[in-house]
């Protein structure tokens, strides 16, 4: 397994998508500590590129180069080497990657402008939703055998998941804002990553209030120790979960 994890990485760093991620994300991280002396403002301009930048790139750059790696896939599966020890390899090598650059172009400038509770919050929950959608990239790699259809499924769980989730919570909440909807909305927070991620992070900067009703629900389960936790506990199964339908779709699929 190290030896192709090592590969993997040597493969993905040749190719410099990487590193030009890297120094992006901290341009714009330091970039954005220095437009303004509070440096709360750029925590918050930060989240948002952790909410959907991070997102998008995890997803599609893991994507194409589970597709571009086929070949090299296909002269493992001619080796005696199980096919689970490949592609755990193949999610950790992404893994390894994508998170470095997270923690290199975004933890670094947080560490040296805000360092506190809320900017690990940030890094952490940067690192986390970046290994969600890199398991995501893998299953649907795993899924679907046309590069261009894997591609398009992987943009559509990104945009699901960013942008149009939110769109459909904020519906059923004003639909059905004459019933009790706090356990729902929490559930349905919870089957959302990059909610979860967010809700972490204005929390931790005090700035739940800028979500009004749904903000004070938020503090009062996820602001304890145990919703933090509990909070953690379900982002991580949103990154091994994927990974195990992969890992058993890949063992089971006619190549």
């Keep these: 397994m190290i030896n192709i994890i090592k ?9 410099r998508v990487v590193i030009s991620y890297t120094v992006f994300l901290f341009l714009v991280s330091v970039s954005f500590f220095n437009l303004d002396e509070n440096p709360v403002k750029g925590v918050m ?11 998008m790139v995890s997803i599609i750059f893991s994507t194409i180069h589970q597709y571009n790696s086929s070949e090299f896939t296909e002269l493992l599966l001619a080796q005696p080497i199980k096919r689970k020890t490949i592609i755990i390899s193949q999610f950790l090598s992404l893994s390894i990657s994508m998170c470095t650059a997270v923690i290199i172009g975004i933890g670094i ?49 990104w945009f699901f998941f960013a942008l149009i989730y939110d769109g459909l919570l904020l519906w059923i909440v004003f639909s059905f804002s ?43 389960f996820f602001g304890s120790d145990t919703g933090m936790i509990l909070s953690a506990i379900i982002l991580m199964l949103w990154v091994i979960i994927p990974v195990v339908f992969a890992t058993r779709t890949f063992i089971k699929k006619d190549l």
């Design 7 to 15: 590969y993997n990485l040597h493969d993905i760093f040749r190719n």
């Design 45 to 55: 301009s930060l989240l948002n590129i952790v909410l959907i930048v991070l997102p």
């Design 109 to 157: 400038p947080v560490l040296m402008y805000y360092p506190s509770e809320a900017g690990i919050m940030l890094v952490l929950s940067a690192v986390l939703l970046t290994l969600v959608f890199i398991s995501f990239a893998v299953l649907t790699s795993v899924i679907a055998r046309d590069k261009s259809r894997g591609i398009g499924m992987s943009i559509l769980l």
């Design 178 to 220: 004459d019933y009790p909807l706090e356990q729902p909305i929490l559930i349905l927070t919870a089957l959302n990553p990059v909610d979860l991620a967010r809700i972490l992070v204005l929390l931790k900067l005090d700035l739940s209030a800028l979500m009004g009703y749904t903000g004070a629900l938020y503090r009062k």
